[in-house]
C-alpha cells in the first residue's frame, strides 16, 4: 500500500482490553486501529526478570580482559539502567567436559574434593560482579555434565556435587545463590532424585532456601505439569517450571507455527514458568535472527505462554572465532590482549525492558498482544508498579503505527517519556510527549523497538571508543610464573579437561591437566582433553613446549581445524613413542631409544607451508610433506593423566634450508 499508515490508541485507566478500530488515511484508505488499553487491576503474572546463562564456555575470555575495559563490559552487562542490566544470571556448574563452546572446570574434580570443593574458574567470580554492579540480581546454576566420580547423573553424590557448587560460592565469594535447575541441561531430571536426594543434601549443607527449577530441558514442553498435579509434594519441591526455545530454533521465524505454546494447565497451575534458555544467536545483526528479533520473541513469549523470566544465551561473545558458536550472545569481547570490545545492538533490545521494569512489577495482560493476529513482528507488553502507579509499554513494529495514547485514572499521567531503537541507531531518548486533553500520539517507524513509559532515569550507557582490535600477539609465550595454583592462565581456552597452573616439581610454575578421566558426557565426544590458544590465521610457525609425563600421551598441536579431530598433531607417549599426526590421519612415527619418562622433555613441531616436521628433546625425528591443514590456531592435549607443559611458545618458522636437521623419520 502506498501512503497509509496503521495506527494504535492506547488508553490508560481501568476497564479496559485490547480492541481493534480503523481510521481513514490522508489517500482516503482505512487501515486497522490497534487500541490497546491499560488497566492496573487487570489480571497478570509477575515479571521476574530477563536473564542471562553464562555457560558452554561462553564467557572464557572475558576473565583475561585488562582494566578498565573488563570493568566496563561488566557494566554493560550487569550495572543497571546503563546497558543490558540483566536481573537474571545462570552459571553452569562446571565438569572440566566440553559443554559447547568449551569445558569448564569443576569445583570438585574428585571425589576428595567434596569435602574442600576448589573455586575454580570464572563463573564464581562473574556472580560476584554481577551482584557487585546489581545487588539485587538474581543467582542461579546449572550442570552440563559431570565428573567421573559421580557414577550417576542422578546419584546422591550428584546431589551433593550441587551443594558444594554453593558452598564455594558462600565461603569464597559472599554469594547466596536462589536457584538450581535441578537438571542436566536440556537432558531432562529425574523427579525422584529430586525428592529423596537433591533437596536433602542442599538442607543438610545450610542450603534450605535455595528453590529449584525443573526440567530446563528444550523437549517434552509442559509435560512436567501431568506429574505435578498429581504429586502435591513434588509440586510444592519445584518452585518454577522453565524448558528451553519455547518458540522452537529452526526455521528461525516468529510467526512459525510449530512451537509448542504452554498448555493451559502450564498457565492454570499458577507456578512461574520460564523460558530457561533461549535466543543463542548474534547480536552484532539488527534484523534476521538478531535484536529486533529478540524483543520480538521476548514480548511474544509472555503474551502466548505466559513466561515471565526470559534467559538468553549466551550474555557475551567472550570465544574464539574459530570455536562453534562465535558471535554468538548481546555483545563481544573475544580480545583481551588489546583490550577491544563492541557494544551490539541486542544490548539494547534488551534495555527497552530490563531498564523499564523491575523484578515484582505486573504485566497486564489486556494490555499485552499483537499488531495483527497473523503475525508476531509487531506486539506490545505493557507491566505496572502497583505501589508507585508507574507503568511501561514495549512496542515492537512490523509495519508502521501511529500510536495515540489517552491517559485516564489508576495510573501515572504525567509526561510519556519514549525511548527509541531502529537499525540506524539504538536506545534513543525522544522529547517526551505531553498529555493534552488526556490525549498523546506519537508515530511509530516499522522494524523498530520503542519504550512508551512514566519512568526516569534510563540511560545509554557509554566509556567513548574502546581500544582498537588487534590480532593475537606473535610471537607469543608463556611461562606461568605469573600464575598462583588453581589459576587458569590467560588465553587459554579448554575444550575438554582442566589446564590449570600447578607447582612445578622442577621449580616455579607449570600448566597441568587434572581430570582424571571422562565424565559423564552432555553431547560433544571430542577427541581427548586439549586447550586452545592464538589466531585462526597462524599458519607458518614453530610451537614448543616443555612437558613432563606422568601417564599415556601429550601433544603440542597447530592449524586447528576440528575440535573432535584437532590438527597437526606431535605426540609423544610415556613410553617414549612418537607420532606426527593430520587429525586422527599418521603421517610418520617412531620409538625413542633409551627415552627417560621421569625427564621433562621438550616438544617441537615446525609448520612451513606443506612440510611438517616434529623433534623431541632438539633431536628432529619426522620431516613430512603434506597439504592438509591450511592455517589455525595452536593447542595442547593430553590423556587423562597429570600430565604437565611448560615454557609454551609459537614463534615464526625458519625459512627452507635454515630447518633442524632430520636424525629419523619413518612414515607409516
Not at 572446570?105 to 567434596?114: D, F, N, W
Not at 506490545?380 to 515492537?396: F, M, N, R, Y
Not at 612437558?547 to 599415556?552: F, I, R
Request: hydrophobic fraction near 35%; charge should be negative; charged fraction near 25%.
Amino acid at each position: 500500500m502506498k501512503n497509509t499508515t496503521a495506527s494504535c490508541l492506547i488508553v490508560l485507566g481501568a476497564g479496559c482490553s485490547h480492541s481493534m478500530a480503523t481510521e481513514k488515511t490522508a489517500d482516503g484508505l482505512r487501515e486497522e486501529v490497534v487500541a490497546i488499553r491499560l488497566d492496573s487491576a487487570s489480571p497478570g503474572r509477575v515479571f521476574e526478570g530477563i536473564g542471562a546463562v553464562s555457560a558452554g564456555a561462553s564467557t572464557r575470555l572475558l576473565p583475561d580482559y585488562p582494566e578498565p575495559q573488563r570493568s566496563q563490559i561488566l557494566d554493560f552487562l550487569f550495572k543497571p539502567k546503563f546497558g543490558a542490566g540483566f536481573q537474571h544470571l545462570k552459571v553452569e556448574i562446571g565438569s572440566g567436559e566440553n559443554s559447547t563452546c568449551g569445558s569448564e572446570p569443576s569445583h570438585a574434580v574428585t571425589r576428595e574434593e567434596l569435602a574442600d570443593p576448589k573455586p575454580r574458574g570464572y563463573e564464581f567470580w562473574l556472580m560476584a560482579e554481577a551482584r557487585k554492579r546489581n545487588p539485587n540480581i538474581i543467582l542461579d546454576c546449572l550442570p552440563w555434565a559431570y565428573p567421573d566420580w559421580i557414577g550417576n547423573r542422578f546419584s546422591p553424590a550428584s546431589a551433593d556435587w550441587f551443594a558444594a557448587f554453593l558452598q564455594v560460592a558462600r565461603k569464597h565469594y559472599g554469594l547466596e545463590v536462589e536457584w538450581i535447575a535441578a537438571a542436566q541441561n536440556e537432558m531432562g531430571t529425574d523427579l525422584n532424585w529430586i525428592r529423596k536426594d537433591l533437596r536433602p543434601s542442599l538442607n543438610t549443607h545450610g542450603f534450605s532456601k535455595v528453590k529449584l527449577q525443573a526440567p530446563d530441558t528444550n523437549d517434552t514442553h509442559w509435560q512436567i505439569f501431568d506429574t505435578l498435579e498429581k504429586d502435591p509434594e513434588l509440586d510444592r519441591l519445584i518452585g518454577a517450571v522453565g524448558y528451553h526455545y519455547l518458540d522452537g530454533r529452526d526455521p528461525w521465524e516468529i510467526d512459525q507455527k510449530s512451537s509448542p505454546a504452554a498448555t493451559e494447565k502450564a498457565k492454570r497451575s499458577g507456578k512461574p514458568l520460564w523460558a530457561s534458555e533461549e535466543w543463542s544467536q548474534s547480536g552484532a545483526q539488527w534484523g534476521d535472527k538478531g535484536a529486533l528479533y529478540l524483543a520480538r520473541l521476548m514480548n511474544k513469549i509472555y503474551t502466548r505462554d505466559r513466561v515471565t523470566k526470559y534467559e538468553i544465551w549466551c550474555p557475551i561473545d567472550s570465544i574464539y572465532d574459530q570455536i562453534s558458536w562465535a558471535d554468538t550472545g548481546a555483545m563481544q569481547a573475544d580480545t583481551p590482549w588489546c583490550g577491544h570490545y563492541t557494544v551490539w545492538p541486542a544490548i539494547w533490545a534488551l534495555a527497552h525492558t530490563t531498564q523499564f521494569a523491575d523484578l515484582g512489577w505486573i504485566y497486564m495482560d489486556g494490555a499485552c498482544g499483537q499488531m495483527d493476529t497473523n503475525t508476531w513482528r509487531g506486539s506490545h507488553v505493557a507491566l505496572h508498579e502497583p505501589k508507585t502507579g508507574d507503568w511501561s509499554v514495549i512496542i515492537v513494529t512490523g509495519e508502521r503505527r501511529t500510536i495515540q495514547l489517552t491517559v485516564v485514572t489508576g495510573l501515572k499521567t504525567g509526561p510519556v517519556h519514549v525511548w527509541k531503537s531502529t537499525a540506524a541507531a539504538q536506545f534513543i531518548e525522544q522529547p517526551p510527549l505531553s498529555v493534552s486533553n488526556n490525549e498523546v500520539e506519537i508515530e511509530l517507524e516499522p522494524d523498530a523497538i520503542y519504550t512508551l513509559t512514566s519512568t526516569t532515569g534510563q540511560k545509554k550507557g557509554s566509556f567513548g571508543t574502546p581500544p582498537p582490535r588487534k590480532p593475537f600477539p606473535f610471537p607469543f609465550e608463556e611461562n606461568f610464573e605469573s600464575y598462583h595454583a588453581g589459576d587458569t592462565p590467560s588465553y587459554f581456552f579448554d575444550q575438554k579437561g582442566t589446564f590449570e597452573v600447578c607447582q612445578s616439581p622442577k621449580e616455579g610454575s607449570c600448566l597441568a591437566q587434572i581430570v582424571p578421566a571422562q565424565g559423564i558426557l552432555w553431547f560433544a565426544k571430542l577427541l581427548k582433553p586439549h586447550t586452545l590458544f592464538g589466531d585462526v590465521n597462524w599458519q607458518d610457525c614453530v610451537i614448543e613446549a616443555d612437558v613432563l609425563l606422568a601417564g599415556g600421551d601429550v601433544e603440542i598441536g597447530g592449524r586447528y581445524a576440528d575440535r573432535e579431530k584437532l590438527g597437526y598433531r606431535w605426540i609423544l607417549t610415556r613410553d617414549g613413542h612418537w607420532q606426527l599426526n593430520w587429525q586422527e590421519t599418521s603421517l610418520a612415527a617412531g620409538q625413542i631409544e633409551g627415552f627417560k619418562p621421569a625427564d621433562w622433555h621438550h616438544l617441537w613441531l615446525e609448520l612451513y607451508g606443506d612440510r611438517i616436521s616434529g623433534a623431541v628433546d632438539d633431536k628432529k625425528l619426522a620431516a613430512v610433506t603434506d597439504k592438509s591443514g591450511g592455517k589455525g590456531m595452536a593447542f595442547l592435549a593430553s590423556t587423562y593423566d597429570h600430565n604437565l607443559f611448560d615454557n609454551v611458545r609459537v614463534g615464526p618458522a625458519p625459512a627452507p634450508g635454515k630447518q633442524k636437521k632430520v636424525i629419523f623419520s619413518r612414515t607409516q
